[in-house]
């Protein structure tokens, strides 16, 4: 969620750390994984670099898939969303792990410029008293959704997710420049009503002239044009003439979302967000509306995912299987 797709961050929001018509590609999904013919991957481990110490943690696949969805999506969120993330994270290391060619060992780190990690230890202490039953609850999550990864053309893909979106997800290319046809935007109606769907940030001319680095005049109507995208987030901005992309100006202000509204009120910029996130791929927000709706993970993926289907590992990854048995 390829070479080049590989250096796209997902994000998170965490994520650490989204109007237009709703796509209608056809989706494949295998009606039901043997489980019982998969091969054991309880072998593989994941080295993870922890960003606070530079040491390297080495861990079992199924147990890292269980850390990541416990660092990456709230507990409290239903089971079958818990199992969409389980499934997200687990195809995003599978794909890293699949191309990476080097005899040397591949590391994954610890946060949001792969995923989420927080150990054993980590998690009772944020969680105390409550970690046994969160616990247990993203184990069940990860342990019915045992080896299996989400494929397009029989391979694993780039798994993007966010946090909330704005009515929408967002278009690869929109984003990153690079277009996947699973990435597609995509409704996701879910998060609107959530009371941190809006959020509003109040700058100073001033501030906007230094964090973008262009000469603005206090005290003087800013003009301000904007062009966005198909889900509404914004593509391009211009303050007085200096443009930049949508993403741009999320990453030098700090927006939580790249649709966003302008308001001059005197000497101030009032920006209003919609979402909390990048916008591509699965809405973590909206996977947990899906599923208060009673769908399944499976629907949840399909939705977001456009034209994948959810795969076992030894199918779709068998030169990973094959290194695993040596």
């Known amino acids: 969620m390829l070479g080049i797709i590989l250096f796209l961050p997902t994000i998170i929001v965490v994520l650490p750390k989204s109007n237009q018509e709703e796509i209608t590609n056809a989706v494949e999904v295998t009606s039901e994984v043997e489980k019982d013919d998969a091969i054991d ?4 481990t994941i080295a993870v670099q922890r960003t606070n110490t530079g040491e390297i943690e080495r861990v079992p696949l199924e ?3 269980v850390s990541v969805v416990a660092s990456e999506m709230p507990v ?5 969303a818990l199992k969409a993330q389980a499934i997200a994270a687990r195809t995003y290391v599978v794909n890293h792990l699949l191309r990476h060619e080097s005899d040397e060992e591949f590391v994954i780190t610890d946060s949001t ?4 990690y927080k150990n054993e230890d980590e998690l009772k202490v944020q969680w105390g008293n409550d970690y046994q039953w969160k616990m247990e609850k993203i184990q069940k999550a990860v342990k019915e959704t045992q080896n299996e990864i989400i494929t397009y053309d029989s391979e694993p893909i780039t798994p993007t997710f966010f946090s909330m979106s704005n009515g929408y997800t967002e278009a690869a290319e929109n984003y990153w420049g690079t277009a996947l046809p699973y990435l597609k935007s995509v409704e996701s109606k879910w998060e609107v009503n959530h009371p941190k769907f809006t959020e509003q940030y109040i700058f100073t001319i001033d501030e906007i002239s230094e964090k973008l680095n262009i000469p603005l005049s206090s005290n003087q109507t ?3 044009q904007i062009k966005r995208t198909e889900s509404n987030r914004v593509d391009e901005i211009s ?3 200096h443009s930049f992309s949508g993403r741009d100006v999320r990453e030098k202000l700090q927006l939580r979302s790249n649709d966003f509204n302008i308001q001059q009120k005197n000497n101030h910029l009032i920006f209003t967000t ?5 916008g591509v791929g ?9 599923a208060q709706e009673g769908k399944n993970y499976r629907e949840i993926l399909t939705h977001y995912y456009q034209g994948i289907e959810i795969s076992t590992i030894n199918d779709a990854a068998p030169a990973l299987v094959a290194k695993n048995e040596k």
């Open 41 to 44: 991957m309880t072998d593989v």
């Open 63 to 65: 147990k890292y898939i």
């Open 76 to 80: 409290d969120f239903e089971i079958e």
């Open 113 to 116: 410029d792969h995923q989420v």
């Open 222 to 224: 800013v003009p301000i």
């Open 239 to 241: 303050f007085a003439g």
């Open 274 to 278: 919609k979402g909390y996130g990048h």
């Open 282 to 290: 699965m809405s973590q927000y909206g996977a947990n509306g899906m």
